[in-house]
């Protein structure tokens, strides 16, 4: 079944047009108006998904529609920030109603889980991409940032890193994993957990932070660099989830946890008198949380090894040029 663009937007994008009271105009005009509150700044950002390229392209429509809004969601994690509204631009190669319902689907079903509306956006035909623009809320000075990283902070990563990557690998080399196993690193993949929650109680406790898409050894240089200091990190402290220390050998899975991508958890800095509230906030999101190093004022990071030498890294993070 192929459809008009009017059709197509009507169908499936304008579903949920009034979920929001702070939204004057939505779907439908020339733009969109909000209503920003007085006493908060607003927050914007935008993320793009290329099939290919961001993910494979057998990505059910569903995980489609639900991954391109949580890679948004987690940039908005790192701010400490809250979601409210958001503009979908849709490049498809065709107006298939089976595919545009499955990936609207998804797409909602996180839009409605953060209670947000979504506003408006564009509707182009070529090869499929996803680009959202995220727009919400804070309070003036409480967002986080990659800069503040004061040396003798501790660095914090949350969840597991690898899981997706190693789905990734799961693909192209299939191991030994049971039918459990390979389905949570699929929604490791798939439907990663934005990490909302935890991002907004961080405010006022973390010095630092940032979400990891593109792997923990590029993503925590950013902080590095924005903060002018340097680091060592304990290898053996990365959080690996049982698959990844099962499925591959030792210096495999530190590979995956350091520079696969896609895991979308926090990596975050805090003094040390903050540890116990930390390890609250990660009691009340039950997320896990752990101290895997130290910022320190010598320029460069360090990795560290079981075995107190330095750890080499195998290759480098995820770049797109
Ligand atoms: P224009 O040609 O004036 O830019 P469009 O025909 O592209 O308008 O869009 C009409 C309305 O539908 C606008 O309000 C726009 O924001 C909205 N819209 C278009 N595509 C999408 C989409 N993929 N998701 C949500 N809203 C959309
Ligand atoms: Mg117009």
Redesign the pocket.
């Known amino acids: 079944m192929l459809l008009t ?2 059709e ?2 009507e169908n ?3 579903s949920h047009k009034n979920a929001r009271s702070d939204v004057i105009v ?7 108006i909000v209503r920003v509150p007085p006493e908060k700044e607003l927050v914007v950002s935008t993320d793009t998904l290329i099939a290919g390229v961001h993910f494979p392209t057998e990505t059910s429509p569903e995980d489609i529609g639900y991954k391109a809004l949580a890679v948004n969601l987690s940039d908005f994690a790192a701010m400490g920030a809250e979601p409210a509204w958001l ?4 490049t498809i190669p065709t107006a298939d109603g089976e595919w545009l319902k499955r990936f609207s689907q998804g797409l909602f079903e996180l839009i409605d889980k953060y209670s947000m509306q ?6 182009t035909r070529g090869p499929l991409s996803i680009t959202i623009q995220l727009m919400g809320l804070v309070s003036p000075g409480r967002a986080l940032h990659r800069e503040g990283a004061m040396p003798g902070d501790i660095i914090y990563v949350t969840g597991t890193l690898g899981d997706a990557g190693l789905a990734l690998l799961e693909k192209q080399h299939p191991m030994n994993l049971n039918a459990t196993q390979r389905s949570e690193l699929h929604t490791r993949l798939n439907r990663p957990t934005p990490r909302i929650e935890f991002g907004n109680q961080l405010q006022g406790i973390a010095s630092s932070a940032i979400d990891l898409s593109d792997g923990l050894s590029g993503d925590l240089q950013h902080i590095l660099n924005r903060s002018h200091v340097g680091a060592t990190v304990y290898v053996e402290k990365l959080p690996r989830s049982k698959s990844v220390l099962e499925a591959v050998s030792t210096n495999e899975n530190i590979g995956l946890a350091l520079s696969a991508g896609d895991d979308y958890e926090l990596c975050f800095t805090a003094p040390e008198k903050a540890n116990a509230e930390i390890l609250a906030i990660s009691k009340n999101c039950l997320v896990s949380c752990v101290a895997i190093g130290i910022i320190e004022r010598e320029p460069g990071l360090r990795w560290i090894n079981a075995d107190g030498k330095p750890y080499i890294l195998p290759s480098q993070s995820y770049q797109h040029f």
């Open positions: 663009e009017f197509l937007i499936y994008f304008s939505g779907i439908g005009d020339d733009a969109a503009t979908l631009a849709l979504l506003i408006g956006g564009d509707t």
